[in-house]
């Protein structure tokens, strides 16, 4: 066996550990996930991380124990979250820094070739994994993005004109409900004027996204008193479920994160600044104090 540098070696062990895991994290994933062809490809991920797991056994002449902590965080976000999602986060966040494989590539030239081979192999993998959610990402859009600029001009605009929490929570949850309804019927028609088979199921994902959407936004103004802080935190919800979706589908769908996170946040945020004017100009002209 090859005397390897100190640094080097270190790399090379923390790459052998991921592969171990990993091939174990797959072999899990392979066992819930939904479709035949799903389960060959994340076993077959799963004999692949196993191969690459000795090839780097033979330099460091360890026999490697699995993490257990890690293993079970991915299992837990692939049962929560869906398989694909899990898997291409866990690929991302395994990534060795290019200045640290520079160096084991110094020393182990064969690894150049290892890696470019399993890149390769990984990406054509993951690209064939096809899970039912992904399909009904744009739907689960549709009705997020409309119900964030919907309803927070609206409670925005709640909040001014009446001033009173409980009132804005009921006249949102109205206003969400009734919306709720009528986006994931327009979305069924749509589809089915399309052609489309899964109409229902499109509609049913997109009123699902609409429905958490409006409980998250009226949350703040049935826990609180003080409407102007249910409105500061209700933005600061927005935020953060515009950012958690845009993530999701950025890993999930191998898409950029920032540009349409500053896309929908912005449209969000502007409508209800607007909304928030226009409250505050209805209750001066009409002259209605509540």
């Given at each position: 066996m090859k005397e390897l540098s100190k640094e080097a070696l270190a790399v090379i062990k923390k790459m052998q550990q991921n592969e171990l895991n990993e091939s174990i994290i797959y072999k899990k994933i392979a066992k819930f996930a939904k479709g035949e062809e799903n389960k060959k490809t994340l076993e077959r991920l799963a004999s692949e991380e196993h191969a690459h797991y000795e090839i780097w056994k033979g330099y460091t002449g360890i026999e490697m124990k699995p993490q257990k902590g890690k293993i079970l965080k991915y299992v837990l976000i692939a049962r929560l979250l869906g398989f694909t999602f899990a898997v291409k986060l866990m690929e991302r966040g395994e990534e060795v820094a290019q200045?640290?494989?520079?160096?084991?590539?110094?020393?182990?030239?064969?690894?150049?070739?290892?890696?470019?081979?399993?890149?390769?192999?990984?990406?054509?993998?993951?690209?064939?994994?096809?899970?039912?959610?992904?399909?009904?990402v744009g739907s689960m859009v549709l009705g997020l993005s409309d119900a964030l600029v919907e309803l927070a001009g609206s409670l925005a605009g709640f909040t001014f004109a009446m001033q009173d929490t409980k009132l804005v929570a009921l006249s949102g949850l109205i206003v969400g409900i009734s919306a709720t309804f009528s986006m994931a019927s327009s979305e069924f028609l749509s589809a089915k004027s399309e052609g489309r088979k899964d109409a229902f199921k499109s509609c049913t994902y997109t009123g699902i996204a609409y429905l958490l959407t409006v409980v998250a936004l009226i949350l703040p103004y049935v826990l609180l008193s003080n409407p102007l802080i249910a409105l500061a935190i209700m933005i600061g919800v927005i935020v953060l479920i515009i950012a958690g979706f845009t993530y999701y589908t950025s890993v999930a769908q191998d898409l950029k994160f920032g540009a349409r996170f500053l896309e929908m946040a912005g449209i969000s945020i502007g409508v209800a600044v607007i909304s928030f004017g226009v409250g505050i100009l209805a209750k001066h002209l009409l002259g209605v104090d509540i």
């Open positions: 200045s640290k494989y520079q160096l084991v590539a110094e020393e182990v030239p064969e690894s150049i070739h290892i890696r470019e081979q399993e890149a390769e192999h990984e990406k054509a993998l993951l690209d064939m994994l096809d899970e039912e959610k992904l399909h009904y």
